[in-house]
């Protein structure tokens, strides 16, 4: 999101449409009628992990441990802030690291004073895995939860299995592939790369066919007319699902719940738009 708030400007100001696979920072698409996104945004996945954090999990008392740096990671914490106290959880610390850390103990020394049965981690999974060794050798048995910046090989291959039995949103799962277009872009990508595609895999596949179509309804690649055929994309069938872009040129689209296992994840569930 971070770069999408630099890049989006450029094309706002030189009126060339932009897509974002996986920017979920509501400011992205507010920048201007030349910025989309085929992603859920923030204020959605942070009230599905409150919820999950809430109502599956049965937690009432949950820290945050945030990048300060990053504004995908500021404006999911407040999301998952705002939504958990609203349904009468206690958020019991709220710590901030920057990306280029790698030692985490004071920040975990403070939020494990407050005994909060989770820790929500809305980073990404580079400094996740490295968080998740630090607190489980301070001694922390409780749930690590998380957005889609966890999603990435690196977050099992790095984590020495600290994440196991942990928990985030994503936004596609191949075993939650329930369509068949997005079947075969399963069965079509493991069959070239020899891997499952992660969601970042298959939100940016839709993204470039959410272009096609729009140049195609179009019927020309001008950019005044594709920004207006993209905002007129509804029921779009994408690897990822169905997706609507609504007024503010966000996707109203579902977030599947991802469990971590050793150098793998599982999915969990599927969790749609009220």
């Not at 996986?22 to 920048?31: G, M």
């Not at 106290?85 to 004073?113: D, N």
């Not at 905002?231 to 469990?259: H, M, P, Y």
Request: with cysteine.
């Amino acid at each position: 999101s971070t770069l999408s708030l630099a890049g989006g400007r450029v094309c706002q100001r030189r009126h060339i449409p932009m897509i974002s696979p996986s920017s979920t920072n509501p400011a992205v698409t507010e920048i201007g009628d030349y910025v989309f996104r085929v992603c859920f945004i923030d204020p959605f996945q942070g009230r599905v992990m409150a919820q999950f954090a809430k109502n599956t999990l049965h937690f009432d008392r949950v820290a945050i441990f945030k990048d300060e740096a990053a504004a995908y990671s500021v404006g999911l914490a407040q999301a998952f802030r705002e939504a958990f106290s609203g349904m009468g959880g206690t958020v019991t610390s709220e710590q901030s690291y920057r990306s280029s850390e790698t030692h985490f103990s004071a920040q975990l020394a403070t939020i494990l004073g407050t005994n909060p049965q989770a820790i929500f981690v809305p980073g990404y999974y580079t400094e996740v895995a490295l968080i998740a060794r630090e607190a489980r050798g301070a001694g922390f048995q409780g749930k690590l939860l998380g957005g889609d910046g966890w999603s990435g090989p690196s977050l099992t291959q790095n984590d020495d299995d600290k994440l196991v039995g942990d928990y985030y949103s994503a936004g596609f799962a191949p075993e939650g592939a329930t369509t068949p277009i997005g079947r075969d872009f399963v069965r079509n990508f493991k069959t070239r790369y020899s891997l499952d595609p992660n969601d970042m895999g298959a939100l940016g596949y839709d993204a470039s066919k959410v272009l096609f179509d729009a140049i195609r309804r179009a019927g020309s690649a001008d950019p005044a007319r594709v920004r207006a055929a993209l905002a007129t994309t509804r029921d779009f069938q994408g690897a990822t699902g169905s997706i609507t872009l609504d007024a503010q040129r966000n996707a109203v689209k579902s977030a599947v719940i991802l469990e971590v296992q050793s150098n793998a994840t599982r999915f969990h569930e599927t969790v749609n738009p009220q």
